[in-house]
């Protein structure tokens, strides 16, 4: 009976869940960036290939997870990815005017 118990929805699982949406928006931007640089600086092909590999595997991995918790976790991951998406390209903005 106890192993078809729902995992805990309390806030704490998604505000962890929000952290986690953060890291993910950063690092998969992150990995986007070095994917972008290393695509452009005529390296080969290979180098951005596995960066783009790791970036969408780990998001997979992510959200996968989010899942199992339910709903608002996974929105919660979701919106944490936005967060950094926004925090993300206004850095980018910056840099390119300034």
Same mark, same amino acid.
């Given at each position: ?6 995992? &805990? ?6 505000? *962890?869940?929000?952290? *986690?949406?953060? #890291?993910?928006g950063f690092a ?7 994917? +972008?640089?290393?695509y452009l600086a005529?390296? #080969?092909?290979? &180098?951005?290939?596995?960066? +783009? ?12 997870? &989010? ?16 967060? *950094?998406? *926004? ?9 390119? +005017? #300034?």
């Amino acid at each position: 009976m106890t192993d078809q118990l729902p995992l &805990a929805f309390g806030p704490f699982t998604v505000a *962890a869940m929000l952290v *986690a949406g953060i #890291g993910l928006g950063f690092a998969y931007f992150a990995l986007m960036r070095r994917s +972008t640089e290393s695509y452009l600086a005529g390296g #080969g092909w290979l &180098a951005p290939l596995a960066l +783009t590999v790791a970036r969408l595997g780990g998001a997979v991995v992510v959200l996968a997870v &989010a899942v199992h918790f339910g709903a608002a976790p996974l929105l919660a991951v979701f919106g944490g990815f936005l967060i *950094a998406r *926004a925090i993300v390209l206004r850095r980018v903005r910056g840099e390119s +005017t #300034g």
